[in-house]
């Protein structure tokens, strides 16, 4: 794995709280750092290739968008733990898919526009073939943690 440039630590520094929402966030990034779109694509791509980006994205309120998230535990027979997982992938709503050790072996958050979609999900994951069972862990207060990382 090669070493992280200053360059690159700006660029990170910088990307976690600061992408901008616009037609050319990486041109807009390139000029609060001085440099150019094609030098920013090109060492986020080095950089996600080294492993040290896993994920570009944002993050909405949910719940201000008329969402309403649940957590799931499922408890899949290992044998067919892969299948359910991708399966699990296809819904549009499931996010945080991964795997745990212990009785509940698959994990993963669901958010849903209304109730029946919800309902009706759970069933169809719940109906998977290596699935014993299910648990819907509806939050009763919502935290939000945001970690971001100074690197020097």
């Not at 990034?29 to 001085?34: F, P, R």
């Not at 080095?46 to 944002?58: A, D, F, Q, S, V």
Request: charged share 25%; aromatic share 8%.
């Amino acid at each position: 794995m090669t070493e992280l440039t200053s360059f690159d630590k700006s660029l990170l520094n910088l990307l976690q709280g600061n992408l901008p929402v616009c037609s050319h966030p990486f041109a807009r990034l390139a000029e609060e750092l001085g440099s150019d779109e094609d030098t920013v694509l090109s060492r986020l791509r080095e950089l996600k290739r080294n492993g040290y980006l896993r994920r570009i994205g944002t993050f909405f309120n949910s719940g201000r968008l008329g969402y309403k998230g649940t957590l799931v535990a499922l408890r899949v027979d290992p044998e067919r733990l892969q299948d359910v997982a991708e399966a699990v992938n296809g819904y549009p709503g499931a996010t945080h898919n991964y795997e745990r050790e212990g009785r509940y072996n698959l994990w993963f958050t669901l958010l849903t526009p209304c109730a029946e979609m919800e309902k009706r999900i759970l069933a169809e994951v719940e109906a998977l073939p290596g699935v014993e069972d299910i648990l819907n862990l509806k939050a009763n207060k919502k935290y939000k943690i945001n970690v971001q990382f100074n690197l020097h």
